[in-house]
């Protein structure tokens, strides 16, 4: 399930276009969520009326496929903000207008769709039309009063969108009496414009709407991550491909140049050995002595927190390292002695909750001499294939046998390669 991406150049030229194009354009990393206010002062003078407009979205989602297919989703929030003291804001309504930004700036009717439109308080929303657009009825802002509504959408399947551009325009009267008519000098109106910017080439993503059990796959160019949603669970999900990237390598693993990070906004409720991550990657030029029977993957799990016992020279973590072959530590005060941050070290005598640790070149497990200060943590690192055991014999069998790798050469340059396990991080 791959959409048509974009070269670097172009991808440039487009960021390039909406900069100009969109003045509310947000952050447009991999996950950015970012909020946008309209521009007119709140509070605002004292003769006009008092209330404010912001839309949130998180950036980088994936576009939908432009087959008739499963989606991928993105939602956008607003929030309607009564800042007056005393006096109620009536008829207020909201009219969502939706449109499709392409990579020269241009404009074309969205292909994006409506969910659904939740509100607090509950009032009336409609559908989206084959404008673009969808109406709420608001109602009366009392004094002070917070209005969100919120509108899960899936995203645009139109292979050339670069972004969504999702506008409010709030209006309001101050009194009962005053018309419903744009020009009775008592309403007033705002406007927040946000775009939803699309990740493409590297990058992809998706919310994961709860409700929704099926299975999901998030492309880059060069990679997916696939994985199962029971619909239990409201969540995002991230991937993004780096290349050149020697950091994360790990001492007698042969270290390849591409790396896949993966972001889930939930952990361990949803994922483990019923119910993997796979990522499926194409490894290009990979070195001569890299095939696709000897290739192993080093994934690096996010950070857990650990302390440090000098008197035993153990460590104690909220899960069990038996499986873990290192581990690099970070703190936010002074790493226990004699230990060094961005060093990787052996995990070595795990047992229950508890590990030592040695160094990678060989020898018995460090002594500790200090417990450290701060906050401790454990970037734990799993070499997948190494043993006999972590290697499937098909891209299918990694979903049954997890954690395990399974890799084809598709060609003189490039090694697909299919690796499951249960947690997020990134993936060497």
């Not at 989602?61 to 007056?84: F, G, H, N």
């Not at 192993?296 to 799990?301: G, L, M, P």
Request: charged share 20%.
């Amino acid at each position: 399930m791959k959409n048509l991406r974009m070269s670097s150049k172009a991808a440039l030229r487009v960021a390039a276009a909406l900069a100009v194009a969109c003045v509310f354009l947000g952050g447009a990393g991999t996950g950015a969520a970012d909020d946008v206010t309209n521009p007119n002062p709140c509070p605002s003078p004292d003769k006009a009326k008092r209330f404010c407009v912001t839309v949130s979205d998180t950036d980088g989602v994936s576009r939908s496929p432009a087959l008739p297919a499963d989606p991928l989703y993105m939602e956008s929030i607003v929030t309607v903000k009564s800042t007056e003291t005393s006096r109620s804001l009536t008829h207020a309504a909201l009219r969502v207008t939706l449109v499709d930004v392409l990579g020269d700036a241009g404009t074309t009717a969205t292909r994006a769709t409506l969910v659904s439109a939740t509100t607090n308080p509950a009032d009336e929303c409609g559908l989206l039309t084959l404008e673009g657009t969808i109406s709420c009825d608001i109602g009366k802002l009392r004094p002070g009063q917070v209005w969100v509504g919120r509108f899960l959408m899936t995203t645009s399947r139109n292979p050339l969108a670069a972004a969504t551009r999702f506008s409010a325009r709030v209006s309001v009267d101050e009194r009962e009496s005053d018309s419903d008519d744009p020009l009775d000098p008592n309403q007033e109106v705002r406007e927040a414009v946000n775009p939803t910017v699309y990740g493409f080439g590297d990058r992809g993503g998706t919310l994961v709407p709860a409700g929704i059990a099926r299975k999901f796959s998030v492309p880059t160019t060069l990679s997916s991550l696939e994985f199962f949603s029971a619909g239990t669970l409201a969540f995002s999900a991230f991937i993004e491909d780096f290349d050149g990237d020697t950091g994360r390598c790990f001492p007698g693993v042969r270290c390849l140049p591409q790396t896949t990070s993966a972001a889930f906004g939930v952990g361990g409720a949803l994922f483990g050995t019923s119910n993997p991550i796979q990522w499926i990657r194409q490894i290009l030029n990979p070195p001569d002595d890299v095939d696709a029977n000897n290739i192993d993957a080093i994934h690096r799990y996010d950070g857990i927190t650990v302390t440090a016992n000098p008197a035993t020279d153990r460590f104690t973590a909220p899960k069990s390292l038996a499986n873990i072959d290192g581990v690099r530590f970070s703190t936010t005060g002074t790493l226990p002695a004699p230990l060094q941050a961005g060093v990787d070290y052996l995990v070595v005598q795990a047992s229950g909750l508890t590990f030592k640790v040695a160094p990678t070149g060989g020898g018995g497990a460090i002594d500790l001499t200090t417990a450290g200060t701060g906050t401790t943590t454990a970037e734990r690192v799993r070499v997948i294939g190494d043993k006999g055991t972590e290697r499937a014999n098909s891209c299918a069998q990694t979903l049954t046998k997890v954690p395990s790798i399974f890799a084809v050469r598709l060609s003189e340059t490039v090694i697909q390669e299919c690796v499951s396990d249960t947690e997020n991080g990134f993936m060497k």
